[in-house]
């Protein structure tokens, strides 16, 4: 069974820094993308960032030039370091992965259970 688990989500002040982190664990194969949603309060789950195996990265048109996304394949763990945060980032932040659980089988995709990144203004 795999899991992702979030952790580094609180409360800042307009304009502080964040870094949230997703560990996958279980037995698999390898993880393919990794990546950030997040979920306001009465709106629809969007993308945040992406990274692919090699490092690719993908940003929404919001979060450009502000957050970061890494990962660490030795770890199995993807990282999101959101700079310059504004009250409308706020929202529950949910990792996603691609994973290959055996050689040759498709990719599953998993979801962390969310963890809530409040920015005060």
């Known amino acids: 069974q795999v899991q992702l688990v979030e952790s580094g989500g609180g409360l800042v002040q307009a304009g502080g820094s964040l870094r949230v982190s997703c560990a996958a664990s279980g037995s698999f194969f390898s993880i393919n993308t990794m990546g950030w949603f997040r979920q306001a309060p009465g709106k629809q789950r969007e993308l945040v960032a992406t990274i692919s195996s090699g490092g690719t990265t993908n940003f929404a048109d919001s979060v450009k030039g502000r957050f970061s996304i890494s990962r660490d394949n030795a770890k199995n763990t993807v990282y999101l370091q959101m700079n310059s945060l504004k009250p409308e980032d706020t929202g529950v932040y949910y990792c996603?992965?691609?994973?290959?659980?055996?050689?040759?089988?498709?990719?599953?995709?998993?979801w962390g259970q969310g963890t809530q990144v409040t920015v005060s203004s």
């Open positions: 996603n992965a691609d994973i290959q659980m055996r050689i040759r089988w498709p990719t599953s995709n998993y």
